[in-house]
């Protein structure tokens, strides 16, 4: 089976090797990146939630990464620290929200 699968690579790279442009590799390694993604996309689920705190600190729960903070007072400066923690940058916060959002096997 290994002998078989590398005279076929071996063909296939002469093909190429000949006419970049008509390259049928691609055309493989497309096809072949495709069916996997979707097998392991058809083996996973996205969950979300949003959690919000009084002040500059929202926390995502275990298991949780935040994907987007908002921030009170008309604040847009914000960054995600230890990759746990939506911070507000502005000062004074009234509140603080974070998009936590995790993978998982279905």
Known sequence: ???RVAVLLAVIAMFCAADAHKCPLDGLMSSLTKSVASAVLQKVTLSCISVSAVGSLANCPA???PTGCSCGNACGSWDIRNDQTCHCQ???QDWTA???CKIALK
């Open 1 to 3: 089976m290994k002998m």
């Open 98 to 100: 974070a998009r936590c």
């Open 63 to 65: 298991g949780y990464k």
């Open 90 to 92: 502005c000062a004074n």
